[in-house]
């Protein structure tokens, strides 16, 4: 089945699908857009006109991206990226809660910032959201190499993503300094090759969004 992958170069949603596919050696076309231009093709795919979008030459277009994970796990099961029991399964996606949680408030943060007239208590809201995940992320990692059963898997991915995009979008923003434990994770998972191959980078928006 050809896959191709509607993605984005800063997305850290994106970037959980483009490591999934990669730990599992699935190989896919990756179309890179800028899904807030008038030129991007995700409505053609996703009602809800957000990327990731993986399509299957086959079947329907896969959108959501944890969703996407879920689509990949059940299509490629080896190696296992979901944990093996129900438990450990729904904690490991607890994690992906909090993680695209944190991204969901930064880019929300990224936007307020760029309004004509921003409003300080919402960026203060979505600033608490991100601070008080990066603090779960930090108690939930303690001092392991992976989360759950430290064994590499979905919740790694998820948090992985979170904080190399927080890294890239928000350098003002001092987590590896307030959290050496995460920097400490982080850093052992951008070494991997699946992350090398995935580094989020910024986008130049040419239309006016907000
Ligand atoms: N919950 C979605 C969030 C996806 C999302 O917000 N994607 C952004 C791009 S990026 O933030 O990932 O770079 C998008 O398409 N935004 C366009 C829009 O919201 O209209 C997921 O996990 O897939």
């Known amino acids: 089945m050809a896959l191709t992958l509607i993605s984005a170069t800063p997305s850290p949603y994106a970037r959980k699908v483009r490591i999934m596919l990669a730990e ?3 190989q896919f076309t990756l179309q890179t857009e800028v899904p807030w231009d008038s030129t991007t093709k ?3 795919y996703n009602p ?4 990731p979008v993986l399509i299957p030459d086959k079947g329907q277009p896969v959108f959501e991206s944890h969703f996407i994970l879920e689509w990949i ?3 490629y099961p080896e190696p296992r990226l979901y944990p093996p029991t129900k438990e450990k399964e729904l904690f490991a996606k607890q994690i992906q809660v909090i993680a695209d949680g944190m991204c969901d408030a930064g880019v929300l943060l990224f936007f307020e910032k760029q309004r004509e007239q921003p409003s ?3 960026q ?3 600033r608490r959201k991100l601070e008080g995940g990066m603090k779960a992320l930090s108690g939930y990692v303690g001092d392991n190499e992976f989360i759950v059963d430290n064994t ?3 919740a790694d991915i998820a948090a992985g993503s979170a904080l190399g995009w927080v890294k890239v979008r928000m350098p003002e923003y001092d987590w590896q300094g307030e959290y050496p434990n995460l920097k400490r994770y982080s850093a052992g998972l951008e070494a991997r090759k699946s992350f090398q191959e995935s580094v989020p980078y910024p986008q130049k928006i040419s239309d006016k969004i907000v």
């Open 24 to 26: 599992k050696g699935v």
């Open 42 to 44: 995700t409505k053609d």
């Open 48 to 51: 809800l006109e957000k990327l």
């Open 73 to 75: 796990e059940a299509h």
């Open 120 to 122: 300080y208590e919402w």
């Open 124 to 126: 203060a809201r979505q």
């Open 152 to 154: 590499f898997g979905l």
